[in-house]
Nanobody
Framework: QVQLVESGGGLVQFGGSLRLSCVGS????????MAWYRQAPGQQRELVAS???????AYADSVKGRFTISRDDAKNKVYLQMASLKPEDTAVYYC????????WGQGIQVTVSS
């Protein structure tokens, strides 16, 4: 059974930082493109950052220069370092893996207070 489990979310003040982690089990991370998505209340789920199996990285314009995605395939983990957080970053953040099939984590809340 494949599981992606996020951790590291919580409440942070405007301008603060958080580091999200996602650990996978039941899959081989190294053959999966990985990504972080987020969904704010009343909004559609949106792609925040992605990292391919060969390390190609992309970011949503809204987080460029503030968020950093990385992966450690040996540990089956992907990370999202978030800095200079804004209230509009408040959302549930989801870990995502894609190879032949796609997998989602259960999501973790990030709340940025103004």
């Amino acid at each position: 059974q494949v599981q992606l489990v996020e951790s590291g979310g919580g409440l942070v003040q405007f301008g603060g930082s958080l580091r999200l982690s996602c650990v996978g089990s039941g899959i081989i991370f190294s053959i999966h493109d990985m990504a972080w998505y987020r969904q704010a209340p009343g909004q559609q789920r949106e792609l925040v950052a992605s990292i391919t199996t060969n390390g190609r990285i992309a970011y949503a314009d809204s987080v460029k220069g503030r968020f950093t995605i990385s992966r450690d395939d040996a540990k089956n983990k992907v990370y999202l370092q978030m800095a200079s957080l804004k209230p509009e970053d408040t959302a549930v953040y989801y870990c995502y893996a894609l190879a032949e099939y796609e997998y989602w984590g259960q999501g973790i809340q990030v709340t940025v207070s103004s």
